[in-house]
């Protein structure tokens, strides 16, 4: 069976990312990277409580409300219950951040993960318009306290798919 699209158009992303920044702030969560694909989405969160279900039931049921609303749709939206990962390392991290930003690319629907602007890599490489939610100077120190040089080493990383080691955070003077 064929996945549905969860996102017909630009103006379903934008509310998503809307979405996602109310819940972002109303869980006090941290987003550090995400994905908007058109049959899912990624997310790479931070939460500080143990709220994650109650978040993620709150914005897969708002964000089907609307889409349904908008293209005069009843039902689901979402094939199953999101998946869940707990990211136990820095280069789980690091991995995920790799894996998210070069999704569109590997599902051949750009050719630079840059260029993809569904995502919080390119909201934050290319300056992007940035959702709200973003948490990029977490990623960044990964990269570097130079804001310029850490965008440089973080494209680096993210472009060159063999398998090196990242920076260690904070081991860098620039």
């Known amino acids: 069976m064929a996945r549905q699209a969860i996102f017909r158009d630009d103006k379903d992303r934008r509310q998503f990312l809307k979405?996602?920044?109310?819940?972002?702030?109303r869980y006090e969560w941290s987003c550090h990277a995400f994905v908007l694909m058109t049959t899912h989405y990624h997310l790479l969160v931070r939460t500080p409580n143990p709220d994650l279900a109650r978040g993620m039931q709150r914005l897969n049921a708002?964000?089907?409300?609307?889409?349904?609303?908008?293209?005069?749709e009843t039902g689901h939206r979402f094939e199953r219950r999101y998946q869940s990962v707990l990211?136990?390392?820095?280069?789980?991290?690091?991995?995920?951040?790799?894996?998210?930003?070069?999704?569109?690319?590997?599902?051949g629907a750009c050719?630079?993960?840059?260029?993809?602007?569904?995502?919080?890599?390119?909201?934050i490489v290319r300056g992007h318009r940035r959702p709200y939610c973003?948490?990029?100077?977490?990623l960044l120190t990964y990269f570097g306290r130079n804001r310029a040089r850490a965008l440089e080493r973080l494209q680096s990383f993210?472009?060159?798919?063999?398998?090196k080691p990242p920076l260690v955070k904070g081991s860098d003077p620039g």
């Open 19 to 25: 979405l996602l920044d109310d819940i972002v702030a």
């Open 62 to 72: 708002c964000y089907a409300q609307h889409f349904n609303r908008r293209h005069g």
């Open 87 to 107: 990211v136990e390392s820095d280069a789980h991290a690091l991995e995920l951040i790799r894996y998210l930003a070069l999704n569109p690319v590997r599902a």
């Open 111 to 123: 050719r630079d993960a840059a260029a993809w602007p569904w995502s919080s890599y390119a909201a």
């Open 134 to 138: 973003i948490a990029e100077e977490w």
């Open 158 to 163: 993210v472009e060159d798919m063999s398998p």
